[in-house]
């Protein structure tokens, strides 16, 4: 089993920053790609930010230019660098963990429980 712990969530104002980090640990095989997903009050769940296996990144139209997203293989560690943050920008933050499977061409999505942005005006 594979556990995905986040951390650095909190209370910021508009203009602000924060620096979010997600752990995997456990029966990790390789680690594909690792992302960010973020969800907010009565919202659909959106991706914020992706890098995979060859650092190539993807990120959310709303994020591009504010928001830098990096990974530490040695550690299974990703990490979110949130600036010029924006009332907006208020969501759980969900950490996703995509583990390649030893033996099988598909890979295996773990996720964690979440944390909390909240950007005051």
């Known amino acids: 089993q594979v556990q995905v712990v986040e951390s650095g969530g909190g209370l910021v104002q508009a203009g602000g920053s924060l620096r979010l980090s997600c752990v995997a640990s456990?029966?990790?095989?390789?680690?594909?790609?690792m992302g960010w997903y973020r969800q907010a009050p009565g919202k659909q769940r959106e991706l914020v930010a992706r890098v995979n296996s060859g650092d190539r990144t993807n990120y959310a139209d709303s994020v591009k230019g504010r928001f830098t997203i990096s990974r530490d293989d040695a550690k299974n560690t990703v990490y979110l660098q949130m600036n010029s943050l924006k009332v907006e920008d208020t969501a759980v933050y969900l950490c996703?963990?995509?583990?390649?499977?030893?033996?099988?061409?598909?890979?295996?999505?773990?996720w964690g429980q979440g944390t909390q942005v909240t950007v005051s005006s």
């Open positions: 456990g029966s990790i095989f390789r680690i594909n790609a």
């Open positions: 996703n963990v995509a583990v390649d499977q030893l033996f099988s061409p598909l890979s295996v999505d773990y």
